[in-house]
Nanobody, 121 residues
Framework: QVQLVESGGGLVQAGASLRLSCAAS????????MGWFRQKPGKEREFVAV???????IYSDSVKGRFTISRDNAKNTVYLEMNSLKPEDTAVYYC???????????????WGQGTQVTVSS
């Protein structure tokens, strides 16, 4: 049974940093690209970042230069380092696992339950 468990969310002030973690089990982690998505209140889930099996990365324009995605295959964990946080980054953040290095939500096979990030102004 595949499980993705996010952690590290919280309430911070604008300009602060947070690091999200997503621990995976039940799958061969190194065989999957890992992505982060977020869902703002009343909005659809949107792409944030993805890291390929070979550590290639893609970011959305809204987070490029502020967020960094990384992975540790020995720990079956993907991270999202978020710096210079803005109120518009407030959302539930989800990690996903895909056979493809993709920004397309429907190409993800597995999802975590999400972790709330709230940035106050």
């Amino acid at each position: 049974q595949v499980q993705l468990v996010e952690s590290g969310g919280g309430l911070v002030q604008a300009g602060a940093s947070l690091r999200l973690s997503c621990a995976a089990s039940g799958l061969t982690f190194s065989n999957y690209a890992m992505g982060w998505f977020r869902q703002k209140p009343g909005k659809e889930r949107e792409f944030v970042a993805v890291i390929s099996r070979s550590d290639g990365t893609i970011y959305s324009d809204s987070v490029k230069g502020r967020f960094t995605i990384s992975r540790d295959n020995a720990k079956n964990t993907v991270y999202l380092e978020m710096n210079s946080l803005k109120p518009e980054d407030t959302a539930v953040y989800y990690c996903g696992a895909s056979r493809l290095t993709t920004q397309l939500i429907w190409q993800y096979n597995y999802w975590g339950q999400g972790t709330q990030v709230t940035v106050s102004s």
